[in-house]
């Protein structure tokens, strides 16, 4: 049986009051995983204390204004009865607030992302159709203001990418980005075409959560770290020196390759953010039971057929095929405004939860 709201509320308040303590407490600064903890605790709380405090608030508000109502008459008596109706509109309004609240919380809310584009099914076309997404989330970047690194990029002939993998930093980049990742399938004419006929090419989006060094614990041993001459397109080396790094986890077989920077230092520094993020989000899945469902469910095979979302030139559309959402602004989309897609993913979200169809573990 679901626990009572009060009897909810009144156990997460007690929560937020303790953590609140234990953060002013001097001995947990020494402590530097509790610190983080607590304050991501306190944080994920702070807004559901609040309208758990108007809604006491407003439920008291509502006891006033109808005694008043019962003790009153003529025109004092209609204007409490006018704060009553008042008062029980603003208990209804914080009572459904506080439920869309209450969700079950993403343990990934708040944490940087490592997004990774590949060009998939369609040649040269899909490794063009890469970079196009990549300036996309670039400007989406920007217009949220979160800063983005390259870790890694693996450029074609012809200004496409097989692969980059970037991290993306902001609060909220996570609750953004998460539905981003799978298969995404292009409809247009080619560069390389020359009879103008229309090519469907896809390319695939990974989206993880990077991981802390506390989140992930690796041992040293279970490392092999190999060091090779970095290589552009072709395979032509660029490198006098063996900067490039390839660490392979060996008990879960991830391979992270990395020879963008000079330095062997630097490329195993990135290789190790990727590491740890990719064995954070494994984690996460097998702890959810569908590892390979989970992986499967992003990327898919990248066949033109498995797509998450389809982005047509011709017509200027894009749809997302998850929640059959058509716009006519492919243009607007790929200069970074995916206000629209996003809010609508994240709506479709918060409904499936609500609906109890998500899955999740409650606060």
């Known amino acids: 049986m679901p626990e009572p709201l009060d009897a909810r509320m009144a156990r997460l308040e007690a929560e937020y009051e303790a953590a609140h303590s234990e953060l002013a407490d001097p001995a947990t600064s020494s402590d530097l995983t509790r610190l983080r903890d607590l304050s991501r ?3 994920d709380l ?38 009553l109706e008042e008062s029980q509109s603003a208990v209804v309004e ?13 343990p990934n809310d708040g944490r940087n ?74 409809q247009r004419v080619p560069v390389t075409e020359s009879k103008g006929r229309v090519h469907t090419s896809a390319a695939t989006v990974t989206v993880l959560p990077e991981a802390d060094e506390v989140d992930v614990v690796i041992e040293p041993g279970d490392l092999r770290i190999d060091v090779y001459r970095s290589t552009g397109p072709g395979g032509q080396s660029v490198n006098t020196t063996d900067s490039a790094v390839r ?38 899945d097998r702890q959810a039971a569908a590892m390979s469902l989970q992986r499967r469910g992003q990327v898919g095979a990248g066949a033109r057929t498995d797509k998450i979302r389809t982005y047509n ?15 006519y602004k492919l243009d607007q989309v790929l200069a970074g405004d995916l206000t629209e897609l996003t809010d609508a993913l994240m709506a479709d979200k918060r409904t499936r939860q609500l609906a109890g169809e998500d899955d999740g573990t409650p606060s």
């Open 41 to 43: 605790r306190v944080k």
């Open 46 to 83: 702070e807004e559901v204390v609040r309208v758990w405090r108007d809604l006491e608030r407003s439920r008291e508000d509502v006891a006033t204004a109808r005694e008043m109502s019962e003790e009153s008459i003529g025109d004092e008596r209609d204007l409490a009865q006018g704060e």
């Open 94 to 106: 914080l009572e459904e607030r506080l439920r869309v609240l209450l969700l079950p919380t993403d």
């Open 113 to 186: 992302v490592i997004v990774e584009i590949r060009g998939a099914e369609g040649g040269e076309e899909a490794n063009l159709f890469a970079r196009d997404l990549f300036t996309m989330y670039q400007r989406f970047a920007d217009n949220h203001h979160w800063k983005l690194d390259v870790l890694s990029e693996s450029a074609t002939g012809r200004d496409g990418l097989n692969e980059v993998v970037f991290l993306v930093k902001g609060r909220d980049a996570w609750r953004y980005l998460e539905h981003e990742a799978g298969p995404h399938r292009v």
């Open 247 to 284: 660490i392979t986890h060996l008990p879960s077989g991830i391979v992270v390759a990395m020879q963008d920077e000079k330095s062997q230092i630097q490329n195993r520094a990135k290789a190790m953010v990727v590491l740890r993020a990719r064995l954070l989000k494994a984690e996460q």
């Open 313 to 327: 030139f011709k017509e200027n559309r894009v749809t997302d095929h998850r929640i059959n959402l058509t716009l």
